[in-house]
Nanobody
Framework: QVLLVESGGGLVQAGGSLRLSCVASGNFLSIHDYSWYRQGPGKQREMVATILRDGSTKTADSVKGRFTISRDNALNTAFLQMNSLKPEDTGAYFC??????????????WGRGTSVTVSS
């Protein structure tokens, strides 16, 4: 079993910044990929960024140039640096991780989320 815990959400004015973190714990051999998803009120869940095992990254067009995903493998942690925040960035942000458990079985884990609110 793999547990993910997000933190760093909060209330910020438009143009401000926040840094989210996602810490993984439990019985696993490796984490291959981390992704951040978000869901605003009345909206569908959206993938905002992902980082692969080799360090390559991709971001959604809606956040390109403003958000940066990174990882620290020694700490089993992923980060999402969010700059130039806009009111439409408001929502619940969820961390997802994929990898292998100690049994070598693949896992797909989700955190419970952290709330981000951007005011105008």
């Amino acid at each position: 079993q793999v547990l993910l815990v997000e933190s760093g959400g909060g209330l910020v004015q438009a143009g401000g910044s926040l840094r989210l973190s996602c810490v993984a714990s439990g019985n696993f051999l490796s984490i291959h990929d981390y992704s951040w998803y978000r869901q605003g009120p009345g909206k569908q869940r959206e993938m905002v960024a992902t980082i692969l095992r080799d360090g390559s990254t991709k971001t959604a067009d809606s956040v390109k140039g403003r958000f940066t995903i990174s990882r620290d493998n020694a700490l089993n942690t992923a980060f999402l640096q969010m700059n130039s925040l806009k009111p439409e960035d408001t929502g619940a942000y969820f961390c997802n991780a994929q990898g292998r458990e100690d049994s070598s079985r693949l896992f797909d884990a989700w955190g419970r989320g952290t709330s981000v609110t951007v005011s105008s």
